[in-house]
């Protein structure tokens, strides 16, 4: 029989919240996270909004011991390390499993789905603003090689790469499992979160710390956003922005920050008497395989995700009682997951709550998916879906019931998580209200 | 429910020493070295000026008509994953919709994945300067200039080209791969860790067939000053690129930053049966660790007898249901950095202990470390010594690092039968894995 895998802590760190408590309450309150741009000075750019995580005290609140140890780590690490301590407290384990033998550290290990470090920017952008030779339309390398030898550290540049995240986690929690990274555009922490599920089913690893976190935030990340022309412009309007299946809606709005999931096999975790929060029941991963550009115009990437994801948890669409939609307030997004839920669903489509909390979050790149899954688990917990806010006039093409505007009481016991990245990767999960018995 | 069988029925690679497995082994057998004075930008000025650099391709040529278009979205570590795939596509003689529009295809796309390792993919620096020109104000950069038009020197898609996911985006479009789609970003692990995570993909019924490795171009300046900056590379051979880079050797200065990319194909043995395929043979074992290092607050340099990597090694011994003894060969990660290597050289002793004559070949002085394809590669390698009975030289290692005892390679190619082999990989970072390849009965 395939193990069951539960969930046994969660921590994030996001524009509306330093702890999943805090944040939880400013959804159902509707609150909304975007605000002008502080990070870099973005009052030329298209857009001059985002939705930023303010005020670092959270580092401030974790031991001395690992903010001295992991002070270089970048923005998305030290995001990613705020979110996994929290969740580490949660679920009762030792602060660290080296020197210990009550858990085998080589059954306990990471899979993030966590983004690139955010680009040294005055100073990478200072080496290529000396570079570039007008008269022979050429690349002057020896000046590049001189400011940059001169302006970047050795410590910031690589704490960049994307296995950096990850890399924190282990070495703080002293774990000696399996220690992934991925990095699948807006689907990661979802992806992340899947094959660590599946590591654990298949007895690779007991515990996993999941989740993942993204800053993109910086002077050429929403450039490259801007330039696809993906991010909303409204700047005029910016506290409803965000606007998932409006008719208006005009492109995401940019976020930042780090969820965690601690992910743990059923046996371990009663063992351990740890509280269990909710368990994993589905997952299913996909490609579009069709355009770099575009999602497939029928979704049927999306689709089979969803689909694969309800067979692996052994379970028929009426099953589910809340989705929490990838509802990126793009054009394209908005309608073609409509279109997913509505060619595997069929009539329930209608009957069944669905909302996107980036309507108040924002878009939280490769931790979207982790810090949407977290909000799945409160539904659960508290039996309140999160609703979908600025949501005045749904556009005709999606006709679903978007939970708008306001926090929905109901039983909610199975929720199913979508997310949809860039260039066609597709992953959704299901996750239920726990029960010893299956 | 039983675990089903994978089996390995095409290999691909693409690196210094050219493109396609029998390209690069042939060379290996040769005696060659592909590790020259940088091509891809002027590196007068940068404290190494060697790479290992992989050839140049018209990718247009390369790739279905229908995916002309997204040519000029492919950066060149998106190139190099492509080229592998392609190399191991050809070599499993399956029919897709690339090679084969109008069909008979050999494959379910709904049960075909892709899984390729990638890097940080920084971008192309020539191209973000020229677009950073037009916004100056007294020669220095002018992010107001910039966000209200200076940006639009960029091309609307800039981004796309440097998303790591990209890398198994276009492959999944060229071969229309609509099954599991994953981009693991874990350096140099990210290739073997991709390939195990394929393993389980099929074993666990998710797919019947999954190209997996993994790619990246560290010959970016970027890369490189990154390497310079960090003191990992070799600054002192640049006017001897054969012996600039020397995994495991007492003399070694460091390593040498190359590009490159592998692909291993996986198909559910069952399946591979039906249709005929040559079969070169099976992940028997794999596992994955952290080499953690307790003291130092550099998380760059590993502790020192990589214990992490140890442990991964007597996992994926244990789940092949094999000792060390039954090794006949190891591929070990050995990049070329002093630290790296003799933390790994102590694990590897360790391990081996009853063992130690077991042929080990370190491959990195042939064409140098590339990034998140290095472990891909060296799998590819030493499936095709087991394919062909034979192990190239270890080059550059002629005094191994602190009296290493260690059986490499050093003396020329070994003849030997090869029934199990050994690949090893160490990320910077922390990462590392061990993956176990054995012959199919």
């Avoid at chain 1, 390398?141 to 690589?158: F, G, N, P, T, Y």
């Avoid at chain 1, 806010?389 to 979508?418: F, G, H």
């Avoid at chain 2, 080229?83 to 499993?92: G, I």
Wanted: some cysteine; glycine content about 8%; proline content about 4%.
């Amino acid at each position: 029989m395939t193990r069951r895998v539960v969930i046994t802590g969660m921590g994030t760190v996001n524009p509306l919240g330093h702890d999943v408590e805090t944040t939880w309450k400013n959804l159902l309150e509707c609150r909304c996270g975007i605000e002008m741009t502080e990070l870099f000075d973005a009052s030329t750019y298209p857009t001059k909004f985002s939705a930023e995580v303010k005020d670092w005290s959270f580092w401030d609140k974790l031991p001395q011991e690992i903010q001295e140890k992991h002070k270089n780590a970048a923005r998305n690490s030290k995001l990613m390390i705020a979110a996994a301590y929290q969740a580490w407290q949660q679920a009762k384990l030792p602060a660290s499993l080296n020197g210990q033998d009550q858990i085998n550290a080589g059954k306990v290990g990471v899979y993030l789905g966590a983004g690139e470090g955010p680009v040294d920017f005055d100073n990478f952008i200072a080496a290529a603003a000396a570079s570039w030779d007008n008269t022979t339309n050429s690349m002057a390398w020896d000046k590049w090689a001189q400011v940059a030898s001169s302006r970047l550290s050795a410590e910031k540049e690589i704490e960049q790469e994307p296995n950096m995240p990850a890399a924190h986690l282990a070495s703080i929690f002293g774990l000696r499992g399996p220690c992934y990274s991925c990095l699948t555009a807006c689907a990661a922490s979802t992806q992340a979160i899947g094959e660590a599920t599946e590591l654990i089913r298949n007895g690779q690893a007991d515990i996993l710390v999941t989740g993942g976190a993204h800053s993109m935030i910086h002077p050429l990340g929403v450039t490259g956003f801007n330039r696809l022309t993906a991010l909303s412009t409204r700047n005029d309007d910016i506290k409803t922005s965000s606007r998932p299946f409006e008719i208006d809606r005009d492109g995401f709005v940019m976020a930042e920050g780090g969820s965690a999931i601690i992910l743990e096999e059923l046996e371990s975790a009663l063992k351990r008497g740890a509280t269990i929060l909710a368990e994993v029941v589905g997952y299913g991963s996909t490609a579009d395989a069709f355009r770099i550009t575009d999602q497939h115009e029928t979704g049927r990437g999306g689709a089979a995700a969803v689909k694969l994801a309800l067979e692996d948890a052994g379970m028929k669409p009426e099953d589910i009682d809340y989705i929490s939609a990838h509802g990126t307030g793009t054009s394209e997004n908005d309608k073609i997951e409509t279109l997913v839920i509505k060619s595997v669903f069929g009539e329930q489509a209608y009957k069944t709550p669905i909302s996107s909390v980036k309507s108040m979050l924002g878009h939280l790149i490769a931790a979207a998916g982790a810090t949407e899954l977290i909000t799945c688990i409160t539904a659960i917990r508290d039996n309140i879906m999160p609703p979908t806010t600025n949501l005045k006039t749904p556009a005709p093409e999606c006709d679903l019931d978007y939970i708008p505007n306001a926090p929905r009481k109901a039983q909610v016991d199975v929720c199913m998580s979508n997310s949809f990245g860039f260039g066609g990767q597709n992953n959704t999960i299901i996750i239920k209200k726990f029960s010893r018995d299956a | 429910m039983p675990n089903r069988r994978s089996v390995i029925t095409g290999i691909g690679l693409v690196n210094a020493l050219g493109i396609g497995k029998d390209a690069c082994f042939d060379a290996m057998l040769n005696g060659a070295i592909g590790i020259k004075p940088t091509v891809a930008f002027s590196a007068k000025d940068f404290p190494c000026q060697l790479a290992g650099e992989a050839p140049e391709v018209k990718m247009n040529q390369m790739v279905p008509k229908s995916h002309r278009k997204s040519v000029k979205l492919m950066s060149r570590d998106i190139e190099m994953a492509v080229l592998a795939a392609d190399a191991a596509m050809q070599d499993s003689k399956l029919n897709t919709r690339a090679n084969n529009p109008e069909g008979p295809i050999d494959i379910d796309p709904t049960r075909s994945g892709v899984i390729i390792g990638a890097g940080s993919m920084c971008c192309d620096l020539a191209e973000l300067s020229q677009a950073v020109s037009t916004s100056l104000t007294d020669g220095v950069f002018d992010l107001k200039k910039w966000g209200a038009g200076g940006m639009e020197s960029l091309t609307p898609l800039w981004l796309l080209k440097y998303l790591p996911n990209m890398l198994s985006c276009h492959v999944s479009i060229i071969y229309d791969l609509q099954g599991p789609s994953n981009c693991i970003t874990c350096g140099e692990s990210s290739g073997l860790m991709s390939i195990g995570e394929a393993h389980r993909q099929i074993a666990r019924g998710k797919a019947d067939m999954i190209l997996a490795g993994g790619a990246e171009s560290k010959v970016n300046a970027m890369c490189v000053m990154r390497m310079c900056l960090k003191k990992f590379i070799n600054t002192s051979s640049n006017d001897t690129p054969e012996k600039a880079s020397r995994p495991f050797d007492s003399d070694s200065k460091g390593m040498i930053s190359a590009e490159g990319g592998a692909i291993v194909i996986l198909e559910d043995r069952e399946k591979a049966t039906a249709r005929g395929a040559k079969i070169y043979g099976e992940i028997t074992g794999f596992a994955s660790s952290f080499n953690q290092s307790l003291d130092s607050t550099d998380l760059f340099i590993p502790e020192i007898d990589c214990q992490g990597t140890r442990t991964a090694i007597e996992n994926a011994l244990a789940m092949a249901g094999i000792t060390a003894k039954d090794l006949d060969l190891v591929v070990p990660h050995g990049c070329g950095v002093p630290a790296y290597d003799k933390a790994e050289a102590k694990a590897l002793e360790t391990v081996l202990k009853d063992a130690l004559d077991v042929p080990v070949l370190a491959t990195k002085s042939r064409f140098g470390l590339a990034g998140a394809g290095a472990s891909a590669i060296d799998a590819v390698i030493a499936i095709t010594a087991m394919e062909r009975g034979i192990i190239p030289a270890t080059l550059n290692c002629e005094k191994p690092i602190d009296g290493c005892k260690l059986n490499f390679t050093n003396k020329g190619n070994v003849t030997r039968t090869i029934k199990h082999v050994l690949i090893t990989s160490v990320s910077m970072g922390g990462q590392t894995s061990a993956m176990v390849i054995s012959k199919t009965e």
